[in-house]
Nanobody, 124 residues
Framework: QVQLVESGGGLVQAGGSLSLSCAAS????????MGWFRQAPGKEREFVAG????????YYADSVKGRFTISRDNAKNTVYLQMNSLRPEDTAVYYC?????????????????WGQGTQVTVSS
């Protein structure tokens, strides 16, 4: 059974940066496409960024494009989300997700494994 554990969330002022990590265990991480999603209070969980199994292809939601960067280290079974120029509207619980295929999608129902989430709060 694949387990995903996020870390790195916290409280930051607008304009600041945070780096999230997601460590995977129990599966063949290098075979999985990975994604980051987020869910704000009262809203649906939304796609933030995705990365292919090799890391060669990435994709971002328009709302974070140019500010967030997704990356992965298959040797460490870890995927990262570097978040810069944070805004109050980025406040949410951020979830790491794994897909048992090599290519990612932006649909939350397409992912097979989920972490427990980490809170990111951006103050104005």
């Amino acid at each position: 059974q694949v387990q995903l554990v996020e870390s790195g969330g916290g409280l930051v002022q607008a304009g600041g940066s945070l780096s999230l990590s997601c460590a995977a265990s129990g599966g063949t991480f290098s075979r999985y496409a990975m994604g980051w999603f987020r869910q704000a209070p009262g809203k649906e969980r939304e796609f933030v960024a995705g990365i292919s199994w090799s890391g060669s292809t990435t994709y971002y939601a328009d709302s974070v494009k140019g500010r967030f960067t997704i990356s992965r280290d298959n040797a460490k079974n870890t995927v990262y989300l570097q978040m810069n120029s944070l805004r109050p509207e980025d406040t949410a619980v951020y979830y790491c997700a794994g897909r048992n295929k090599g290519y990612f999608t932006n649909g939350r129902n397409d992912y097979d494994y989920w972490g427990q989430g980490t809170q990111v709060t951006v103050s104005s």
